[in-house]
């Protein structure tokens, strides 16, 4: 069975840090491209960070460049998404999701996890 499952988030308070996880199981993670996409109450869902399988191609928006990092795990089948210096407007529920190409992924096609809750508060 195919699955992505996020975890990590939580309540963080402005200029903290959290790192998400992503595990994968059901397909080889190392084979397609991964990403992270937010969406908050009221919004559009919005990618934040994504990477590609072939060359390492990264996307960030201008949002979250310089405090978001996308990476794969050493061990098979994880994405990992650290951010830091986190700010209020960054609270929204956090998805991992993989498909053949960012293209793709941004369209919402592949898999998606459940999400993880992101709260940047003090």
């Known amino acids: 069975q195919v699955q992505l499952v996020e975890s990590g988030g939580g309540l963080v308070q402005p200029g903290g840090s959290l790192r998400l996880s992503c595990a994968a199981s059901?397909?080889?993670?190392?084979?397609?491209?991964v990403g992270w996409f937010r969406q908050a109450p009221g919004k559009e869902r919005e990618g934040v960070a994504c990477?590609?399988?072939?060359?390492?191609?990264?996307y960030y928006p201008d949002s979250v460049k310089g405090r978001f990092t996308i990476s794969r795990g050493n061990a098979k089948n994880t994405v990992y998404l650290q951010m830091n210096d986190l700010k209020p407007e960054d609270t929204a529920v956090y998805y991992c999701?993989?498909?053949?190409?960012?293209?793709?992924?941004?369209?919402?096609?592949?898999?998606w996890g459940q999400g993880t809750q992101v709260t940047v508060s003090s």
């Open positions: 059901g397909f080889t993670l190392d084979s397609y491209a």
């Open positions: 990477l590609s399988s072939i060359d390492g191609v990264t």
């Open positions: 999701s993989a498909d053949r190409t960012i293209a793709t992924m941004m369209m919402g096609r592949g898999y």
